[in-house]
């Protein structure tokens, strides 16, 4: 039952960041095609770090609790949920910390003038 709450969790978490994004701008609502490269850049490079691990036997489910749908051995669908949350959280704060250092910092916006 913990393995579904957790995944419940993520989902609602993801759900929030999504609102997060359209309340404020800050990800895909501000350039819908940028934002997808990078998350997608981002849950590729996490997937091959874990499936590297994986295979180097760093990495192993163990005996936690997963909901039993495995996408490859050691692989839980947990895991890529998990991993595009995370990706989703880093960018919207990155945006986020922008905004407030481009508010702040006068050089900053001379910056973003340029480009």
């Not at 997608?40 to 036997?57: E, T």
Request: charge should be neutral.
């Amino acid at each position: 039952m913990t393995a579904v709450a957790y995944l419940a969790f993520l989902l609602v978490s993801l759900g929030c960041m999504v609102l997060l994004d359209q309340r404020l701008r800050l990800f895909f609502w501000q350039d819908a095609r940028r934002a997808a490269v990078v998350l997608a850049a981002g849950l590729v490079f996490f997937l091959a770090w874990d499936l590297s691990g994986i295979g180097l036997g760093i990495f192993f489910r163990g005996h936690n609790e997963t909901i039993g749908i495995e996408l490859a051995p050691e692989l839980p669908l947990e895991e890529p949920i998990f991993l595009v949350f995370l990706c989703y959280l880093v960018m919207n704060l990155f945006q986020l910390f922008r905004r407030f250092l481009a508010t702040r910092l006068p050089h900053t916006e001379k910056v973003e003038e340029r480009s």
